[in-house]
């Protein structure tokens, strides 16, 4: 019998996420890490494009199962184009067009996945298709895209994904509500944003936990890249499985990618539902009831109590068409994590509202026309005065405002008018219930109320009882 020798031979290898044109998080330590041959001394080094000393030379050894890591000093966004070279005893891996900015991780299901170029969801109905008229637009070499797990693995040839300026043919399958969050960030920062696009529609928040098919496959294989935050947009598929532990994945979730991109204290932003005939799902029978949507609300609002640094915002004004579980303005959605971000995490407060009215407040007192009580709420984040109109993207006065009820001991819930009252107060009554209680807004999978506060920004779902 023929005998073999078989003989291995360890290259420097490292993941994808290093690439051409990689923008790395600036203002804290940046982790370069891979694999090399047992033992293996490697040499990592950043220097200016242009030609000079490097800004950054590190020396690493490989362990015994052959992983190292090594870390750069923090480095500052200001416009320097960089080359990352990695140097092995016998291989060297170069990496150009390196630049330091903003980089965030946007994850979730389809809403977050739904693509730049629009090729199967509906177009908008108002105004102009903000998505299609930007992939017209010339390259933007200060917005980087990575598009994780993009190009499925062939027989023989692992999946390829990779650092990519954006242009109209990079951006096409990328998030557009992620890209739009980083086009708003980068106008306002004047620095590089770099997008770590990586969602799938359908994908229940379980597969992005710890052994989870999603995150196992499209984050985890990314840690510890240095980022700035996180953004989430999902929870449809949660929605209609009934899954009462939302908020602890939720958490768990959070807590665990903070942990593994080594950013404890890194924001996290994310999107309630849209309004949608949960309850009708394409008229299918279906496990949830009208009033689902709202409680799925109040849970998704509640983790800004229970998971620090994070915020939620509400886009119940984006909807043409309530049977359609994909809103269609992804501009917006973008530019409203945009303005908390930039408002609660890089400081622009003259910005405004970072958020839509929400109540804070409650107080009974009898109605001035003498047709008996009435309850008025008190909102915060009113910014310069609240008001009432049709949406945020096609805006018209609105004389009455919509999706009020109101109750008295019994319990039982009536439509209810209401009446803006102050800048940031707004009355509730109804002669059918003389002696109020209780008050709730927006309180139905449908509900597409008409307040907001100057900023544009929607109220948010609630119920009071005095």
Not at 33 to 53: F, I, M, R, S, Y
Not at 251 to 278: N, Q
Not at 292 to 317: G, K, Y
């Amino acid at each position: 019998m023929r005998s073999f020798i078989i003989l291995q031979i360890l290259a420097v290898v490292m993941p994808q996420i290093f690439s051409d044109h990689m923008v790395l998080q600036q203002g804290r330590p940046v982790p370069v890490w891979g694999e090399a041959a047992p033992k293996e001394q490697l040499v990592v080094t950043l220097t200016p494009e242009a030609g000079g000393a490097a800004v950054a030379t590190v020396k690493v050894r490989a362990g015994k199962d052959g992983a190292w890591c090594a870390e750069l000093p923090a480095g500052q966004a200001d416009g320097t184009a960089y080359v990352l070279q990695v140097k092995g005893k016998k291989e060297t891996l170069r990496f150009a067009d390196v630049v330091y900015g903003e980089v965030w991780l946007a994850s979730g299901q389809s809403n977050m996945a739904y693509e730049m170029r629009r090729t199967w969801q509906a177009p908008p109905r108002k105004g102009e298709d903000l998505a299609t008229a930007e992939l017209q637009k010339p390259a933007n070499p200060r917005i980087r895209v990575y598009l994780s797990g993009s190009r499925p693995a062939q027989r023989g040839v692992p999946p390829k994904d990779a650092w990519k300026i954006a242009d109209g043919e990079s951006l096409a399958p990328v998030s557009a509500a992620g890209y739009f969050f980083a086009k708003k960030v980068q106008e306002e920062l004047g620095v590089p944003v770099g997008l770590i696009s990586a969602s799938v529609g359908g994908s229940a928040i379980a597969q992005w936990l710890p052994g989870g098919n999603l995150g196992s496959r499209m984050v985890e294989p990314l840690m510890p890249y240095a980022i700035a935050g996180i953004l989430w947009y999902q929870g449809e598929t949660d929605l209609a499985q009934c899954n009462d532990h939302y908020l602890a994945d939720y958490e768990k979730l959070i807590s665990f990618w903070r942990e593994g991109f080594a950013s404890p204290d890194a924001p996290a932003y994310s999107v309630m539902l849209a309004p949608h005939t949960f309850s009708d799902r394409m008229h299918r029978q279906s496990k949830v009831t009208a009033d689902a949507l709202p409680l799925f609300w109040q849970t998704q609002l509640r983790s800004e109590q229970t998971v620090p640094n994070s915020a939620q915002i509400f886009i119940s004004d984006l909807v043409d068409n309530l049977e359609d579980i994909h809103p269609s303005y992804k501009w917006a959605v973008g530019e409203r994590l945009a303005r908390v971000a930039l408002v609660r995490h890089y400081g622009r407060t003259a910005l405004g509202a970072w958020s839509g009215p929400r109540a804070a407040a409650l107080r009974a007192e009898g109605d001035p026309a003498g047709g008996g009580g009435r309850l008025v709420v008190r909102f915060d984040h009113a910014g310069g005065g609240l008001s009432g109109r049709s949406n945020s993207v096609e805006p018209r006065s609105i004389a009455r405002l919509k999706w009020f009820e109101i109750a008295g001991p019994d319990g039982v819930w009536y439509p209810a008018f209401a009446d803006i009252v102050g800048k940031d107060e707004v009355a509730v009554y109804s002669p059918r219930v003389p002696a109020p209680t209780a008050v709730r807004f927006a309180w139905r999978e449908t509900a597409q109320p008409n307040l907001f506060n100057d900023a544009g920004l929607p109220a948010y779902p609630f119920v009071l009882t005095k």
